[in-house]
């Protein structure tokens, strides 16, 4: 796999706020930046990825398997991450999860068929005390999500898709 210019610039750039002996720190933030350019982080971009940095492949992949922020396969144009820490699971985050999974058609870690929607279990998200939380692409946090909320968020979104 090739790099864009624009984005080994990117990648420069984040590479550049560690010592030169520590390029590899940039690890997160590069694959961020494919990710978002991408949709998801392949084996291909994570090998390209550690090519780059100077780091073991092995190394790249343990990154993008530990944290759930990274998409090791396409998913809907809304990725929903419901909550189902513990402190969530008390407030209802199993419920929440099991609603959107019913009201879509889809099992935890499934995307509908019109690939709108991606729905996964998380783990904490740092909002206990607004439980049951989820997160919609990896960047708006929502609180108190209940059945009716969550049935309006599913209308919003499904209206919204392009």
């Known amino acids: 796999m090739t790099f864009s210019e624009d984005t080994l610039a990117r990648f420069a750039r984040e590479v550049a706020k560690y010592p030169a002996d520590q390029k590899q720190s940039a690890v997160m933030a590069c694959l961020a930046i494919v990710q978002h ?16 940095l100077g780091m073991a492949p092995i190394a790249v992949h343990e990154v993008t398997t530990f944290y759930n922020m990274y998409n090791q396969q396409p998913v809907g144009q809304f990725k929903l991450n419901v909550c189902t820490n ?28 019109d690939g709108v929607f991606t729905v996964q279990p998380s783990e904490c998200l740092g909002a206990c ?14 609180s108190f999500m209940g059945p009716e909320r969550l049935d309006e968020l599913l209308d919003t979104l499904k209206k919204a898709a392009a």
């Open 86 to 113: 513990l402190p969530c699971q008390l407030r209802d985050g199993q419920t929440a999860l099991d609603h959107v999974c019913k009201r879509l058609g889809v099992e935890p870690y499934g995307s509908t068929e």
């Open 37 to 52: 350019e991408q949709g998801h982080v392949s084996a291909e971009a994570e090998n390209a990825v550690a090519a780059y």
């Open 129 to 142: 005390a607004d439980a049951p939380v989820m997160l919609v692409n990896d960047r708006q946090m929502l």
